[in-house]
């Protein structure tokens, strides 16, 4: 497959938009997470009253962060795990291939975690000749198709039901070929029976981490399978990634930031399975791994702190924001060209690899608002898109023709007057001009819209003649 990049976003887009599959695939998810999600929210009176307080939670947390880390580090080194602090991703990649080698291991599970793909771990492993076993269907598809995820919490959501059959047939050769993947269940039996004996055989388990609790020294996933359980507990060594942020004070908060993230990620009071882990396993254990490691990666988060983009770590990784996202349910997640696709990622991605690589995702937004409206966190995701454009401007990374018509623009509006002559001949000149059709197929300035759409003439005068009206009609 062909690396996509941010930086090729236009590109990306244009052909994601002609991917029929694609499409059918996108239509579903509208219908299906955004209904669910409603559903859920409208059984549960106190869910505004939850937001304020998961907000009020992160953002005690965040305000004091290094304290609560320092916390959660002692916690786990008292339960004899072992905290590991990451400044960036080929720190992390180390750190877990020291944990692998002094184990000796040759196969590695892995529950899904956004961080292992955001330090590309399973390609690094692979070069050291450690085998690394995604157990989340959906990131065991992806894995099978030499894919990025193209959601945070559903990865292979761009894959129809016949694509995953002939991946199947591809891969897990030693099966009959002639045998039924026609349905769902098909498919979950062979996939089932495929990871079976993958747990059994890891000398490693790696998880990700929804929440790292400082009071306890317990990291938290949610999950729909019951992998993350199997991936934390049958290999002889617990490895979890998570970055800085991941940290809450005490287990009631854990629990009421849960309450808000399965409603607002699948539209589920709670995920199938919660599972808490504290430490390795005590001698009156009947399960659990032998070593419990905690990698916690920095990456260029730290430098967002005090900044305007600190509110972004309030972030739970619900993925209600792309599925309210227009954009993204035009295009999916691989136009992106970023393991964080949607608002979160048009925020995120500059952060991560820079406003120079990422420059083209927080331009590609309507600033509909409904990401900030949906989010249970109640994150200023379109401020912070503003943020970024600005950064972008200052630092003269956009195109001549978008720095152009910026400055024609403030030349305008700096100038009230000047504005509204402009604006009156405008309107009277283009409502003239689609007087017989009422809208345009092609117009100069404006051709990337008439290449899709047509271009509605405007009627009835400005906006401030028509608000000057109203407030003298009242």
């Keep these: 497959m062909t690396e996509s990049s941010p930086r ?73 795990g072992r905290v590991h602090w990451a400044k960036n991703a080929e720190e992390a990649r180390r750190i877990v291939l020291e944990i692998c080698r002094a184990v000796d291991a040759r196969t590695v599970t892995k529950g899904k975690s956004m961080i292992g793909e955001e330090i590309h771990l399973n390609a690094f492993l692979e070069r050291n000749d450690i085998k690394p076993i995604e157990t989340d269907l959906g990131e065991y598809i992806i894995q099978l198709r030499n894919e990025m995820p193209s959601h945070i919490i ?22 009959p070929a002639d045998r039924t993947l026609e349905s769902r269940v098909d498919i979950l039996a062979e996939a089932r029976s495929e990871l079976r004996g993958r747990f059994v055989a890891a000398e490693v388990g790696i998880t990700g981490a929804n929440f790292l609790i400082a009071e306890t020294g317990t990291s938290v996933i949610v999950t729909n399978e019951g992998n993350g359980d199997l991936t934390q507990t049958l290999p002889q060594v617990h490895v979890v990634l998570a970055s800085l942020e991941k940290v809450v004070p005490t287990l009631e908060d854990a629990t009421t930031l849960l309450r808000v993230l399965a409603r607002s990620a699948t539209g589920q009071e709670m995920s199938v399975y919660t599972t808490f882990s504290s430490g390795p396993r005590r001698p009156d254990d009947p399960d659990g791994p032998e070593e419990y490691h905690v990698v916690l990666l920095d990456n260029g988060r730290s430098a967002l702190y005090g900044t305007d983009f600190q509110e972004i770590f309030r972030c739970i990784r619900c993925g209600a924001c792309l599925n309210h996202c227009p954009v993204y349910g035009a295009i999916g997640g691989h136009a992106y060209g970023s393991v964080y696709p949607g608002p ?131």
């Design 154 to 175: 559903a990865p292979a959501i761009h894959v129809n039901k016949k694509r995953v059959a002939e991946s199947f047939r591809e891969h897990h050769t030693k099966l």
């Design 344 to 474: 979160i990622g048009k925020v995120l991605s500059p952060a991560l690899m820079g406003i120079d690589n990422a420059g083209n995702l927080p331009n590609a937004s309507s600033f509909c608002g409904r990401c900030q409206e949906v989010c249970p966190m109640r994150i200023p995701l379109p401020k912070m898109m503003r943020h970024w454009r600005e950064v972008e401007f200052d630092r003269k990374l956009n195109t001549v023709r978008a720095r152009w018509t910026l400055g024609l623009w403030a030349f305008f509006v700096r100038r009230p007057g000047l504005y509204r002559i402009a604006t009156r001949l405008a309107v009277g000149l283009l409502s003239r001009c689609a007087r017989r059709r009422g809208h345009f197929r092609t117009l100069p300035a404006a051709g990337d819209w008439t290449r899709h759409r047509n271009l509605p003439a405007p009627q009835g005068g400005t906006f401030q003649d028509r608000w000057r009206k109203k407030r003298l009609d009242r």
């Design 8 to 80: 090729r976003f236009n590109e990306q887009a244009a052909d994601a938009l002609q991917n029929v599959e694609l499409q059918q695939a996108l239509n579903h998810m509208r219908a299906g997470f955004v209904q669910r999600r409603r559903e859920a929210i409208d059984r549960l009176p106190e869910f505004e009253g939850l937001r304020d307080e998961s907000q009020a939670i992160k953002n005690h947390t965040l305000d004091h962060l290094d304290l609560y880390l320092e916390a959660f580090e002692k916690k786990v080194t008292e339960q004899g």
